[in-house]
């Protein structure tokens, strides 16, 4: 199974500079993702924005939004635009579009977007960006950078039932939330049936998201993070979250042989602090 992980993109206080040695970090370290996450209403950086100055200071990593708020960008061929963009900046090949619909009523609201309408534009969106993609009309094959090789990639978030059918019909594969192990093995069966059904040849690729959090301050850095992030969901949840982080090298060993036995291509491990000596930390727990 592939370990990846996340940008500190959406890490209060994390400054530009921050964002590109821990790419390079992470490049220089063997990890085969570096992904994003996305928010309106927070303090973060906005993911392509992220992932582009990652791309210029990379030549490997796979650089992956975990995932776009597809809805809240309005225009299905400006995000495959910006996409292939990304694509064409990295090299070609690196870029993978995770998408999902989101669930923050805050960022829908800012966005002048109404929630009940976010299924049916992803819905319509995804044969949209397949069709951009792969230039498939007059008008789509215009729309540029056109992709070098095999170009992005698709996957798509979320637990409901559509989310699997969506990533079946029009996916490379799926993305389980940070929801642990167990429930990322009942999305991956899920996801099986419905590419079965779709009759996909090949395999869809199984990915997963955990929070990390190591070194002295690791504790009060989840707990600092990811109580004000996850906020909304109410203390309760937002401190089981805080507390789920990988706080030791046993804990991270332990999640990744967790989630390769749920079936997992790869695990993406998000950080809780953006100082680039996170990135060392998790590669020696995680045997890289």
């Given at each position: 199974?592939?370990?990846?992980?996340?940008?500190?993109?959406?890490?209060?206080?994390?400054?530009?500079?921050?964002?590109?040695?821990?790419?390079?970090?992470?490049?220089?370290?063997?990890?085969?993702?570096?992904?994003?996450?996305?928010?309106?209403?927070?303090?973060?950086?906005?993911?392509?924005?992220?992932?582009?100055?990652?791309?210029?200071?990379?030549?490997?990593?796979?650089?992956?939004?975990?995932?776009?708020?597809?809805?809240?960008?309005?225009?299905?061929?400006?995000?495959?635009?910006?996409?292939?963009?990304?694509?064409?900046?990295?090299?070609?090949?690196?870029?993978?579009?995770?998408?999902?619909?989101?669930?923050?009523?805050?960022?829908?609201?800012?966005?002048?977007?109404?929630?009940?309408?976010?299924?049916?534009?992803?819905?319509?969106?995804?044969?949209?960006?397949?069709?951009?993609?792969?230039?498939?009309?007059?008008?789509?094959?215009?729309?540029?950078?056109?992709?070098?090789?095999?170009?992005?990639?698709?996957?798509?978030?979320?637990?409901?039932?559509?989310?699997?059918?969506?990533?079946?019909?029009?996916?490379?594969?799926?993305?389980?939330?940070?929801?642990?192990?167990?429930?990322?093995?009942?999305?991956?069966?899920?996801?099986?049936?419905?590419?079965?059904k779709a009759g996909r040849d090949g395999k869809p690729r199984k990915m997963a998201l955990a929070y990390y959090s190591l070194g002295p301050d690791g504790k009060a850095n989840a707990?600092?993070?990811?109580?004000?992030?996850?906020?909304?969901?109410?203390?309760?949840?937002?401190?089981?979250?805080?507390?789920?982080?990988?706080?030791?090298?046993?804990?991270?060993?332990?999640?990744?042989?967790?989630?390769?036995?749920?079936?997992?291509?790869?695990?993406?491990?998000?950080?809780?602090?953006?100082?680039?000596?996170?990135?060392?930390?998790?590669?020696?727990?995680?045997?890289?």
């Amino acid at each position: 199974m592939d370990v990846g992980i996340g940008l500190p993109n959406a890490v209060p206080g994390t400054a530009g500079k921050k964002l590109t040695e821990w790419a390079r970090a992470a490049e220089d370290a063997g990890f085969s993702t570096l992904g994003t996450i996305d928010r309106i209403v927070y303090g973060n950086y906005e993911p392509l924005i992220a992932l582009s100055a990652a791309a210029a200071v990379t030549e490997r990593i796979r650089l992956a939004t975990t995932v776009m708020l597809g809805p809240l960008r309005g225009n299905a061929t400006l995000v495959a635009k910006q996409i292939l963009s990304l694509d064409a900046l990295a090299g070609g090949g690196r870029a993978v579009l995770g998408i999902a619909v989101g669930g923050r009523e805050d960022d829908y609201e800012a966005s002048g977007i109404s929630m009940s309408e976010r299924g049916a534009w992803l819905d319509a969106a995804l044969p949209e960006i397949r069709r951009v993609w792969a230039g498939d009309g007059e008008q789509p094959a215009k729309v540029g950078p056109r992709p070098e090789g095999a170009g992005p990639s698709l996957i798509l978030g979320g637990t409901a039932a559509a989310s699997y059918r969506r990533a079946a019909q029009f996916g490379d594969g799926w993305i389980a939330p940070g929801g642990g192990s167990d429930e990322a093995q009942k999305g991956i069966q899920q996801l099986e049936a419905e590419w079965e059904k779709a009759g996909r040849d090949g395999k869809p690729r199984k990915m997963a998201l955990a929070y990390y959090s190591l070194g002295p301050d690791g504790k009060a850095n989840a707990d600092g993070y990811l109580r004000d992030y996850y906020a909304w969901l109410g203390d309760e949840i937002a401190g089981m979250i805080a507390d789920s982080a990988a706080k030791d090298a046993e804990t991270v060993k332990a999640y990744i042989s967790a989630f390769e036995e749920a079936g997992c291509d790869e695990l993406i491990l998000f950080p809780s602090a953006s100082d680039p000596e996170q990135v060392a930390l998790l590669a020696e727990a995680a045997g890289l």
